[in-house]
């Protein structure tokens, strides 16, 4: 444990409470991480800035501490006002993390990638939460990035890196993409596969190695643009449902694409 623990500055707490703003995140270039899970991640990852807790005992167990991880991250002490003002979690354990935002990578970088690879997009993802469980299972699946339209919520969100369970810290995140960028992509050699509940059932389709599953809005599905350049695919259902969440349906067939 660090033994840097002394009492949060009237600075950092007017930054910490400040990263609620999208616009401030970007403009500080810092995001505010909740959840063990998500924190140790943060800090396996190499972008943990500092730690703030109620007690220094609520850091007992956790991973970083263990492995010594966090001898050279700071940790502030703050009473419990903190914690019921910049998190929305119900049952909390008084402890959050400050984090860098990983640096901005350009399409290009995608566009140099020669093997195998499959890419999330994420077009209209409005829940925050689905965005991080998206990239949640992207992440443990081996997904190679995320692609992020406009109208998604901010990945980089306190809830959606909480449902990424840190999973936003090790996929390079492209933010802000538009017909251009796919289109760049599909000559690439990408192939744009679209999850829609009237497509061809998953199980009949051969995927190509290099892929990208794109997943739309919770209730208004996927931006018209974008039929003009994938084919369609579903999870086909068994029972009297007739379709699947965001969540659910990506992930299976993320699965089916990189199983």
């Given at each position: 444990?660090s033994?840097?623990?002394?009492p949060?500055?009237?600075?950092?707490?007017?930054?910490?409470?400040s990263?609620?703003?999208?616009k401030?995140?970007?403009r500080?270039?810092?995001?505010?991480?909740?959840?063990?899970?998500?924190?140790?991640?943060?800090a396996?990852?190499?972008?943990?800035?500092?730690?703030?807790?109620?007690d220094?005992t609520v850091?007992?167990g956790?991973?970083?501490?263990?492995?010594?991880?966090?001898?050279?991250?700071?940790v502030?002490s703050a009473d419990?006002?903190l914690?019921e003002?910049a998190?929305?979690v119900?049952?909390h354990?008084?402890?959050l993390?400050?984090?860098?935002?990983p640096a901005?990578?350009?399409?290009?970088?995608?566009?140099?990638i020669?093997?195998?690879a499959?890419?999330?997009?994420?077009?209209?993802?409005?829940?925050?939460g689905?965005?991080g469980a998206?990239i949640?299972?992207?992440w443990?699946?081996?997904?190679?990035?995320?692609?992020?339209?406009?109208g998604?919520?901010?990945p980089?969100g306190p809830k959606?890196?909480r449902?990424?369970?840190?999973?936003?810290?090790?996929?390079p995140v492209?933010?802000?993409?538009?017909?251009?960028d796919?289109?760049?992509?599909?000559?690439?050699?990408?192939?744009v596969?679209?999850?829609d509940?009237?497509g061809?059932?998953?199980d009949?389709?051969?995927?190509?190695?290099?892929?990208?599953l794109?997943?739309g809005?919770?209730?208004c599905?996927?931006?018209?643009?974008i039929?003009?350049l994938?084919?369609?695919v579903?999870?086909?259902?068994?029972?009297?449902?007739?379709?699947?969440?965001?969540?659910?349906a990506?992930?299976?067939?993320?699965w089916?694409?990189l199983?």
């Amino acid at each position: 444990m660090s033994d840097n623990f002394t009492p949060l500055s009237r600075e950092r707490l007017r930054i910490i409470r400040s990263l609620a703003s999208r616009k401030i995140r970007r403009r500080k270039g810092l995001c505010l991480v909740e959840g063990q899970r998500a924190i140790e991640e943060s800090a396996k990852s190499g972008y943990l800035e500092y730690l703030v807790a109620e007690d220094p005992t609520v850091l007992a167990g956790m991973e970083i501490v263990q492995a010594g991880a966090a001898a050279q991250i700071p940790v502030f002490s703050a009473d419990s006002a903190l914690f019921e003002d910049a998190s929305d979690v119900v049952h909390h354990r008084n402890l959050l993390g400050v984090a860098k935002l990983p640096a901005d990578p350009g399409i290009s970088q995608l566009l140099k990638i020669d093997g195998p690879a499959v890419l999330l997009f994420l077009d209209g993802v409005q829940d925050p939460g689905n965005v991080g469980a998206l990239i949640r299972t992207a992440w443990a699946l081996g997904g190679m990035g995320i692609l992020v339209g406009k109208g998604s919520a901010d990945p980089f969100g306190p809830k959606a890196i909480r449902a990424s369970a840190g999973g936003i810290f090790h996929l390079p995140v492209f933010k802000e993409i538009v017909r251009e960028d796919l289109m760049l992509l599909a000559e690439a050699g990408f192939c744009v596969y679209l999850a829609d509940a009237r497509g061809r059932p998953f199980d009949e389709v051969t995927f190509n190695s290099r892929s990208i599953l794109a997943v739309g809005n919770e209730g208004c599905g996927l931006s018209p643009w974008i039929g003009e350049l994938g084919m369609p695919v579903s999870v086909p259902l068994r029972g009297e449902a007739d379709s699947l969440n965001a969540v659910v349906a990506g992930s299976i067939l993320l699965w089916a694409m990189l199983s």
